[in-house]
């Protein structure tokens, strides 16, 4: 009964192309989405958010877009960069205080 | 401090035993949360409080898993009666209130042997 999908464990892209991170979810309540990065031996962090009254945020090389009728949000990377190469995790919260739900991750490699 | 900080970074320890794990969050951050993190799964919510008062202990998996933050600031999660089941990343998060963005800690890896 997972809340948040991240149906692809992994991804890898060639450096300069696009990167398109998939994130699905189940329960329509949710209004704040963001993405989080992770290497390896550090906590994750911060990367982009949107709120459920937009479907697009742009921030430099990072867009995440955001359907709401499908229940779906993808982040966008373009172009790659090696140093790109983490996991990303989509989160979702609620319009209560309540704490943020994570998907499992994608593994995301940026090949030189 | 500039960051989150968790102590340790590893701890391994036998089953049965018990363990604490030690969270400092950025001064002035209200809101602090517990996450772990096992191998390829995302972080999974235990705890969250606001303040010194555990406001959401929903995500405690049992009653061998303890958390306190007596001043409101430092918060300690403690194990009782260690199970391999435990063994994960231990995520600490804080922000200024429940509505703004985290920031993580570099985790703390326990290993249950």
């Known amino acids: 009964d997972q809340q948040v999908k991240q149906n692809s464990p992994s991804l890898s892209v060639q450096e300069g192309r696009i990167s398109i991170l998939n994130c699905d979810y189940t329960?329509?309540?949710?209004?704040?989405f963001l993405w989080y990065k992770k290497y390896p031996a550090e906590g994750p962090t911060f990367l982009i958010s949107i709120s459920s009254i937009k479907d697009k945020n742009e921030d430099g090389r990072f867009t995440v877009f955001l359907n709401k009728s499908a229940k779906h949000l993808s982040l966008h990377i373009v172009p790659s960069q090696p140093g790109d190469s983490a996991v990303y995790f989509c989160?979702?919260?609620?319009?209560?205080?309540?704490?943020?739900?994570f998907g499992k991750g994608t593994r995301l490699s940026v090949i030189a | 401090g500039a960051g989150v900080s968790q102590t340790p970074s590893n701890k391994v320890t036998e089953k049965g035993k018990y363990v604490e794990l030690r969270c400092d969050p950025i001064?002035?951050?209200?809101?602090l949360y517990w996450y772990r993190q096992s191998l390829g799964q995302g972080p999974e919510f235990l705890i969250y409080?606001?303040?010194?008062?555990?406001?959401?202990d929903s995500g405690l998996p049992n009653d061998r898993f303890f958390a306190v933050r007596p001043e409101g600031s430092v918060s300690t999660l403690k194990i009782q009666r260690t199970e391999r089941g435990d063994s994960a990343v231990y995520l600490c998060?804080?922000?200024?209130?429940?509505?703004?963005?985290?920031?993580f800690g570099s985790g703390t890896r326990l290993t249950v042997v």
């Open positions: 998060a804080s922000s200024l209130g429940p509505k703004d963005g985290y920031t």
């Open positions: 989160a979702v919260r609620n319009s209560g205080n309540t704490p943020l739900v």
């Open positions: 001064s002035g951050h209200t809101a």
């Open positions: 409080f606001q303040g010194t008062g555990a406001a959401d």
């Open positions: 329960n329509s309540m949710f209004d704040y």
